[in-house]
């Protein structure tokens, strides 16, 4: 099993920035792909960003493409979500998870994650 621990949410206004951590520990980090998605207040979850361990290839949610960045230090086991140009639309509960490289269904499918952090909230006011 993969343990998952998010840090770094807040609030921010409009326009600001935060940078979101997410702190893996238990088995072989390579066989993981790692996700952030969100849940909005009345809204269900959604894909935000995802990274391959292994080969680094990334995806992204269309509205977050150029404002929100994801990365990995696979020395620290940690996945990061780099969050700039915030808007209040971005407001939500940020998960991190992680479901095996070799499932071959879309990354963007919420249900194929097996492995979930607590979250961390971010809050951007207007």
């Known amino acids: 099993q993969v343990q998952l621990v998010e840090s770094g949410g807040g609030l921010v206004q409009a326009g600001g920035s935060l940078r979101l951590s997410c702190t893996a520990s238990?088995?072989?980090?390579?066989?993981?792909?790692l996700a952030w998605l969100r849940q909005a207040p009345g809204k269900p979850r959604a894909f935000v960003a995802a990274?391959?361990?292994?080969?680094?290839?990334?995806y992204y949610l269309d509205s977050v493409k150029g404002r929100f960045t994801i990365s990995s230090d696979n020395a620290k086991n940690t996945v990061y979500l780099q969050m700039n140009s915030l808007k209040p639309e971005d407001t939500a509960v940020y998960y991190c998870?992680?479901?095996?490289?070799?499932?071959?269904?879309?990354?963007?499918?919420?249900?194929?994650?097996?492995?979930w952090g607590q979250g961390t909230q971010v809050t951007v006011s207007s």
């Open positions: 998870a992680a479901r095996s490289v070799g499932d071959g269904r879309s990354v963007y499918l919420i249900a194929t994650y097996s492995y």
């Open positions: 238990g088995r072989t980090f390579s066989s993981y792909r």
């Open positions: 990274i391959s361990w292994n080969s680094g290839i990334t």
